[in-house]
């Protein structure tokens, strides 16, 4: 009995000591709580740790990480300069009409005797500067008269005879300003028209930048759209001055983006709608017809109070067949004449006043941004001929 007692007693010994040797290891391992931190170690694992990082968002639905769309700042608005004197400050772009005009005419003038033949010379150079037979005969046959009775010879006097006679055949009581204002709270609307190849969408621009610089709005309205590239080139040049460009889709009906962009200009509250259309050959009836749709749909809200239409110089004569189609078709109010700097021709100025009865109100003499000026009849001939010759300031 006495046996049975010990064994059992050992045997609840080895079971208590095997109990406590399970508990006592893991009562070891528990984590002793942390340390207080203080204020200065807080701030070292701050300095080494660096500004704080943060992570790119990603997509909840595919886990891809997605990065933010960078931020692209809008061009800043350009300011372009005043249009007053511009023609004056790029007079120097006629250098070749010059040779014309100032070298040519002033030469023969100067010359000891002023004979039937040096006469004839004279009205050489002005018909082959595009001045036209008509008009070069009345301005030699004045100058000659002038010349006899006046018995002049100086060649500062000759030269201002010339000067007075070329202002005069320029007409220069015609009406050259721009009808761009509105008119109880509805915009003035200005279609832009011409032939294919003479630099329209581009001169568009432009003549926004001169509306822009004399205090106007402006809404462009891309009604080219037979060129996707003519609307995105209107719409860079309504950008760089604040300027809203109203387009349509490829091949969309040109006289219904018309029409949107007058509606869009009435909405806006801008002092000018500005209509870009596609460049057609004038011989072409059925593009003109189009061209005469365009007119009928946008006058449905309201008369158009301008139609410029864009000539190249250097087409000569040529130019003169195009003004007479466009002006039967949509009523031509002016002309704006470019690359008068790439042209000895620049009596066409006169030449199209005289024919058509309109007038040039604006002209181009360069590639730059702002080589577009209003017309001045008498700063235009000073220019010609080199110097001052109408008692302006040049």
């Known amino acids: 009995m006495a046996e049975y007692l010990v064994l059992a007693l050992v045997l609840l010994g080895v079971l208590i000591a095997g109990t406590v040797g399970l508990v006592v290891p893991r009562l070891r391992r528990r984590p002793e ?34 990065e933010p769309p960078p931020v692209i700042e809008a061009p800043p608005v350009e300011v372009p300069e005043p249009t007053a004197g511009r023609l004056v400050r790029l007079r120097s772009r006629l250098s070749r009409s010059q040779n014309v005009f100032g070298k040519g005419l002033l030469g023969l003038l100067a010359r000891d005797h002023l004979d039937e033949d040096v006469w004839e010379e004279i009205e050489d150079s002005l018909i082959s500067a595009d001045v036209g037979v008509d008009a070069t005969r009345e301005i030699v046959d004045r100058l000659r008269e002038r010349t006899r009775v006046l018995g002049t010879r100086s060649a500062s006097e000759l030269r201002a005879l010339l000067a007075a006679e070329l202002v005069n055949a320029l007409d220069p009581g015609m009406d050259r300003s721009l009808r761009t204002a509105p008119k109880e709270g509805v915009p003035a609307v200005v279609l832009v ?84 259309t596609a460049g057609r050959l004038q011989n072409k ?63 066409i100025v006169i030449a199209v006043q005289r024919k058509l009865g309109i007038p040039v109100k604006l002209v181009g003499l360069g590639e730059g941004k702002d080589d577009l000026a209003p017309f001045d009849p008498a700063q235009f001939v000073d220019a010609l001929l080199g110097t001052e010759a109408t008692g302006r300031d040049a």
């Open 285 to 347: 009836v059925g593009l003109m017809d189009e061209l005469g749709k365009v007119k009928r749909v946008v006058e449905k809200q309201g008369p158009i109070d301008e139609t410029l239409l864009i000539l190249d110089a250097t087409t000569g004569q040529n130019g003169l067949e195009q003004a007479r189609v466009f002006t039967e078709v949509v009523n031509v109010t002016g002309v704006v004449l470019t690359k008068l700097d790439g042209t000895a021709k620049g009596g």
């Open 193 to 276: 028209v011409g032939v294919n190849g003479a630099g329209k969408t581009t001169t568009c621009g432009k003549i926004a930048r001169v509306l822009v610089a004399d205090g106007r709005s402006v809404l462009l309205g891309a009604a080219d759209t037979f060129r996707a590239a003519a609307a995105d080139q209107l719409e860079t040049w309504g950008s760089r001055v604040g300027a809203e460009t109203v387009r349509g889709p490829e091949a969309a009906d040109p006289a219904s983006v018309a029409f949107d962009a007058v509606k869009r200009g009435i909405d806006t509250g801008v002092d000018t709608v500005l209509i870009d």
């Open 33 to 66: 709580p942390p340390l207080p931190r203080t204020e200065v170690d807080t701030r070292a694992e701050e300095d080494l740790a660096g500004p704080p990082v943060e992570a790119p968002e990603s997509d909840l639905s595919t886990g891809v990480l997605v």
